[in-house]
């Protein structure tokens, strides 16, 4: 993939930018603790990144079906 001219100086545009830097400091600060309250995993929040990720793929619920294994071994 080649850039033109035109894109390279966009690049070189917001490569100098320091709140562009600045937020994506935040962001990449940020990015692995979006389902943490404190130190521990909040369930709350897993599960409605989950619906509302379902919601936005469109994607169709299944009919629940009850799990009929006895033994189950990890």
């Known amino acids: 993939m080649s850039l033109d ?4 100086k966009e690049l070189q545009r917001l490569a100098r ?4 830097r600045e937020d994506l400091e935040k962001l ?6 979006i389902f943490f309250s404190g130190d521990a ?9 989950l619906c509302e990720y ?7 619920p299944r009919k629940f079906r009850p799990i ?3 033994l189950m071994k990890l």
């Open 68 to 70: 009929v294994d006895r």
């Open 5 to 8: 001219e035109e894109e390279k």
């Open 41 to 49: 995993v909040d369930t709350d929040r897993v599960l409605e990144f």
């Open 54 to 60: 379902n919601a936005f793929i469109h994607h169709a």
């Open 17 to 20: 930018s320091r709140s562009l």
């Open 28 to 33: 990449a600060r940020s990015r692995h603790r």
